[in-house]
């Protein structure tokens, strides 16, 4: 079964940059869909962007033309790469494959 480890996560102030990083303990990237998801505090989990087996990516709308979701199916690693980070985009960021999930890395927008 697929491992995910994301990291990455820190504090930032608002406008700053984090790119965020999930290792799988397998090529799973080349053949599934990965997706990264973040749970703000006292909030559900919700979806942030999708990038498929081909290359195409999604976006939910609060982060689309900020945030960029890439992976590297040699390393089997993949990326989220966050700018202009806004406070609202404070939570616990999670990379999901199929139905397996990372442990999370937290990421704190503030000034």
């Known amino acids: 079964q697929v491992q995910l480890v994301e990291s990455g996560g820190d504090l930032v102030q608002p406008g700053g940059s984090l790119r965020l990083s999930c290792a799988a303990s397998?090529?799973?990237?080349?053949?599934?869909?990965m997706n990264w998801y973040r749970q703000a505090p006292e909030k559900q989990r919700e979806w942030v962007a999708s990038?498929?087996?081909?290359?195409?990516?999604n976006y939910a709308d609060a982060v689309k033309g900020r945030f960029t979701i890439s992976r590297d199916t040699v390393e089997n690693t993949g990326y989220l790469q966050m700018n202009s980070l806004k406070p609202e985009d404070t939570g616990i960021y999670y990379c999901?494959?199929?139905?397996?999930w990372g442990q999370g890395t937290q990421v704190a927008v503030s000034s």
């Open positions: 990038i498929t087996q081909l290359g195409h990516t």
């Open positions: 397998g090529n799973f990237f080349r053949n599934h869909i």
């Open positions: 999901n494959v199929i139905d397996t």
